[in-house]
Protein backbone atom coordinates (compact mmCIF):
# COMPACT_ATOMS: atom_id res chain seq x y z
CA UNK A 1 0.00 0.00 0.00
CA UNK A 2 2.93 2.53 1.12
CA UNK A 3 4.55 1.87 -2.04
CA UNK A 4 1.68 2.26 -4.27
CA UNK A 5 1.03 5.94 -2.55
CA UNK A 6 4.59 6.96 -2.90
CA UNK A 7 4.65 5.94 -7.05
CA UNK A 8 1.35 7.88 -7.17
CA UNK A 9 2.75 10.69 -5.05
CA UNK A 10 5.82 10.77 -7.70
CA UNK A 11 3.48 10.65 -11.12
CA UNK A 12 1.83 13.68 -9.70
CA UNK A 13 5.45 15.34 -8.97
CA UNK A 14 6.12 14.45 -12.55
CA UNK A 15 2.64 15.74 -13.80
CA UNK A 16 3.15 18.98 -12.29
CA UNK A 17 6.74 19.45 -13.41
CA UNK A 18 6.41 18.24 -17.27
CA UNK A 19 5.13 21.75 -18.45
CA UNK A 20 8.24 23.44 -16.55
CA UNK A 21 10.21 20.23 -18.38
CA UNK A 22 8.36 20.41 -22.21
CA UNK A 23 9.14 24.48 -22.19
CA UNK A 24 12.82 24.04 -21.03
CA UNK A 25 13.26 21.10 -23.58
CA UNK A 26 11.66 22.94 -26.49
CA UNK A 27 12.47 26.44 -25.84
CA UNK A 28 15.73 26.33 -24.21
CA UNK A 29 17.90 22.93 -24.78
CA UNK A 30 16.49 22.50 -28.22
CA UNK A 31 17.45 26.41 -29.61
CA UNK A 32 20.90 25.81 -27.39
CA UNK A 33 22.08 22.40 -29.08
CA UNK A 34 20.74 24.02 -32.39
CA UNK A 35 23.01 27.06 -32.09
CA UNK A 36 25.83 24.63 -31.12
CA UNK A 37 25.60 23.03 -34.22
CA UNK A 38 25.02 25.77 -36.67
CA UNK A 39 27.79 27.41 -35.20
CA UNK A 40 30.22 24.43 -36.92
CA UNK A 41 28.41 25.27 -40.71
CA UNK A 42 27.82 27.99 -43.45
CA UNK A 43 24.49 28.28 -43.37
CA UNK A 44 21.91 30.70 -44.22
CA UNK A 45 18.01 30.41 -45.02
CA UNK A 46 18.04 29.82 -48.53
CA UNK A 47 21.00 26.75 -48.99
CA UNK A 48 21.59 24.12 -47.31
CA UNK A 49 23.92 23.66 -44.22
CA UNK A 50 27.95 23.15 -45.21
CA UNK A 51 30.26 21.83 -42.11
CA UNK A 52 33.25 24.09 -41.90
CA UNK A 53 34.68 22.94 -37.98
CA UNK A 54 35.92 26.22 -36.45
CA UNK A 55 36.22 28.63 -39.19
CA UNK A 56 33.63 30.85 -37.86
CA UNK A 57 35.08 31.26 -34.38
CA UNK A 58 38.30 31.89 -36.01
CA UNK A 59 36.87 34.10 -37.95
CA UNK A 60 35.03 36.30 -35.18
CA UNK A 61 38.21 36.16 -32.99
CA UNK A 62 40.81 37.10 -35.52
CA UNK A 63 39.21 39.02 -38.17
CA UNK A 64 36.06 40.49 -36.93
CA UNK A 65 36.96 44.04 -34.73
CA UNK A 66 33.50 44.45 -33.67
CA UNK A 67 33.25 41.44 -31.79
CA UNK A 68 36.59 41.49 -29.65
CA UNK A 69 35.26 45.69 -28.83
CA UNK A 70 31.44 44.06 -28.08
CA UNK A 71 33.31 41.22 -25.54
CA UNK A 72 35.49 43.72 -24.28
CA UNK A 73 32.19 46.03 -23.61
CA UNK A 74 30.81 43.00 -21.73
CA UNK A 75 33.59 42.35 -19.40
CA UNK A 76 33.57 45.48 -18.19
CA UNK A 77 30.41 46.23 -17.96
CA UNK A 78 29.67 42.92 -15.75
CA UNK A 79 32.80 43.04 -13.39
CA UNK A 80 31.97 46.61 -12.59
CA UNK A 81 28.42 46.11 -12.07
CA UNK A 82 29.11 43.13 -9.99
CA UNK A 83 30.84 44.34 -7.35
CA UNK A 84 28.87 47.68 -7.06
CA UNK A 85 25.56 45.10 -7.04
CA UNK A 86 27.32 42.82 -4.40
CA UNK A 87 28.48 45.46 -2.20
CA UNK A 88 25.27 47.73 -2.14
CA UNK A 89 23.34 44.55 -1.22
CA UNK A 90 25.69 42.79 1.45
CA UNK A 91 25.42 46.42 3.12
CA UNK A 92 21.68 46.55 2.86
CA UNK A 93 21.74 43.42 4.54
CA UNK A 94 23.82 43.96 7.21
CA UNK A 95 21.46 47.03 7.69
CA UNK A 96 18.41 45.07 7.78
CA UNK A 97 19.83 42.27 9.85
CA UNK A 98 20.00 44.72 12.42
CA UNK A 99 16.19 44.37 13.54
CA UNK A 100 15.56 47.88 12.81
CA UNK A 101 12.18 49.09 12.55
CA UNK A 102 10.22 48.57 9.12
CA UNK A 103 12.72 46.22 7.74
CA UNK A 104 9.88 44.44 5.99
CA UNK A 105 8.95 47.49 4.55
CA UNK A 106 11.77 48.47 3.11
CA UNK A 107 13.40 45.15 2.38
CA UNK A 108 10.11 45.08 -0.40
CA UNK A 109 11.22 48.60 -1.13
CA UNK A 110 14.44 47.28 -2.50
CA UNK A 111 13.60 44.64 -3.73
CA UNK A 112 10.95 46.14 -6.28
CA UNK A 113 13.96 47.09 -8.62
CA UNK A 114 15.01 43.65 -9.29
CA UNK A 115 11.59 42.40 -10.31
CA UNK A 116 10.94 45.24 -12.44
CA UNK A 117 14.18 46.16 -13.47
CA UNK A 118 13.97 45.02 -16.85
CA UNK A 119 10.40 46.20 -17.77
CA UNK A 120 9.79 48.57 -20.61
CA UNK A 121 8.80 51.16 -18.55
CA UNK A 122 11.80 51.80 -16.11
CA UNK A 123 13.92 51.72 -19.32
CA UNK A 124 11.66 54.98 -20.02
CA UNK A 125 11.79 56.49 -16.76
CA UNK A 126 16.24 55.95 -16.89
CA UNK A 127 16.02 57.18 -20.46
CA UNK A 128 13.59 60.15 -19.07
CA UNK A 129 16.41 60.58 -15.96
CA UNK A 130 19.28 60.93 -17.90
CA UNK A 131 18.06 62.54 -20.87
CA UNK A 132 18.99 66.14 -21.90
CA UNK A 133 16.62 67.73 -19.68
CA UNK A 134 16.53 64.81 -17.07
CA UNK A 135 17.17 64.97 -13.10
CA UNK A 136 20.43 63.95 -13.57
CA UNK A 137 22.21 67.03 -15.94
CA UNK A 138 19.66 69.06 -13.45
CA UNK A 139 22.07 67.97 -10.41
CA UNK A 140 24.99 68.27 -12.12
CA UNK A 141 24.79 71.59 -13.72
CA UNK A 142 23.54 72.80 -10.22
CA UNK A 143 26.34 71.51 -8.52
CA UNK A 144 28.96 73.21 -11.56
CA UNK A 145 30.17 69.67 -12.69
CA UNK A 146 28.62 70.50 -16.10
CA UNK A 147 27.85 73.76 -18.28
CA UNK A 148 25.55 72.35 -20.40
CA UNK A 149 23.72 69.22 -20.42
CA UNK A 150 24.45 65.69 -22.24
CA UNK A 151 22.68 62.80 -23.37
CA UNK A 152 23.93 60.04 -20.96
CA UNK A 153 22.50 56.95 -23.11
CA UNK A 154 23.34 58.55 -25.90
CA UNK A 155 27.00 59.28 -25.59
CA UNK A 156 29.95 56.71 -25.97
CA UNK A 157 31.76 58.03 -23.16
CA UNK A 158 28.87 57.93 -20.55
CA UNK A 159 26.28 55.10 -21.62
CA UNK A 160 28.30 52.08 -20.15
CA UNK A 161 28.64 53.81 -17.21
CA UNK A 162 24.75 54.42 -16.94
CA UNK A 163 24.28 50.89 -17.93
CA UNK A 164 26.26 49.66 -15.20
CA UNK A 165 24.47 52.16 -12.62
CA UNK A 166 21.73 50.64 -13.61
CA UNK A 167 22.65 46.95 -13.20
CA UNK A 168 24.21 47.91 -9.33
CA UNK A 169 20.50 49.32 -8.72
CA UNK A 170 18.97 45.96 -9.27
CA UNK A 171 20.43 44.30 -6.26
CA UNK A 172 17.49 43.46 -4.46
CA UNK A 173 18.00 39.50 -5.00
CA UNK A 174 21.14 39.18 -3.70
CA UNK A 175 19.96 41.28 -0.92
CA UNK A 176 17.20 38.99 0.52
CA UNK A 177 19.74 36.13 -0.22
CA UNK A 178 22.66 37.70 1.91
CA UNK A 179 19.82 38.51 4.45
CA UNK A 180 19.12 34.92 4.64
CA UNK A 181 22.56 33.80 4.72
CA UNK A 182 23.48 36.63 7.62
CA UNK A 183 20.14 34.77 9.79
CA UNK A 184 22.13 31.53 9.78
CA UNK A 185 24.63 32.85 11.56
CA UNK A 186 24.87 31.62 15.60
CA UNK A 187 24.28 34.86 17.97
CA UNK A 188 26.49 33.16 19.91
CA UNK A 189 29.76 33.67 18.11
CA UNK A 190 29.13 37.84 18.07
CA UNK A 191 28.48 37.87 21.85
CA UNK A 192 31.55 35.98 22.42
CA UNK A 193 33.54 38.24 20.01
CA UNK A 194 31.78 41.16 22.23
CA UNK A 195 33.05 39.96 25.41
CA UNK A 196 36.60 39.54 24.06
CA UNK A 197 36.25 43.24 23.05
CA UNK A 198 36.13 43.15 19.27
CA UNK A 199 34.46 46.12 17.38
CA UNK A 200 31.96 45.93 14.81
CA UNK A 201 34.67 45.74 11.84
CA UNK A 202 36.25 43.21 13.94
CA UNK A 203 33.65 41.15 13.71
CA UNK A 204 32.75 41.58 10.73
CA UNK A 205 35.26 40.75 8.88
CA UNK A 206 36.41 37.93 11.27
CA UNK A 207 32.73 36.43 11.78
CA UNK A 208 30.57 37.42 9.05
CA UNK A 209 32.70 37.45 5.57
CA UNK A 210 33.76 33.72 6.52
CA UNK A 211 30.42 32.53 7.14
CA UNK A 212 29.08 33.91 4.34
CA UNK A 213 31.78 32.51 2.19
CA UNK A 214 29.40 29.56 0.42
CA UNK A 215 26.33 32.99 0.19
CA UNK A 216 28.87 34.99 -1.39
CA UNK A 217 29.97 32.40 -3.58
CA UNK A 218 26.72 31.41 -4.94
CA UNK A 219 25.94 35.05 -5.26
CA UNK A 220 28.92 36.16 -7.38
CA UNK A 221 28.05 32.62 -10.08
CA UNK A 222 24.14 34.21 -10.15
CA UNK A 223 25.24 37.39 -10.84
CA UNK A 224 27.91 36.81 -13.35
CA UNK A 225 25.30 34.91 -15.36
CA UNK A 226 22.88 37.28 -14.91
CA UNK A 227 24.82 40.34 -15.67
CA UNK A 228 26.59 38.54 -19.12
Known amino acids: MRNYVNERT?????????PWLIGFVAFMLVPIFMSLYYSFTSYDLISQAAFVGLENYKDIFMND??????LKVTFIYTFTALPLRLGFALLLAVL?????KFVGFYRTLFYVPSLIGGSVAISVVWRQLFGYSGAMNDLLMGV???????GFI???QTSLWTLVLLAAWQFGSP?????????????RLYES????????????????IP???????FNVVMQTIRLF
Request: glycine letters at 10%.
Open 65 to 70: ARFLNS
Open 193 to 208: AAIDGASWWQKFFHIT
Open 154 to 156: GNP
Open 10 to 18: TLAGYVFIS
Open 175 to 187: MLIFLAGLKQIPI
Open 96 to 100: FNQGR
Open 144 to 150: GILESPI
Open 211 to 217: MLTPVIF
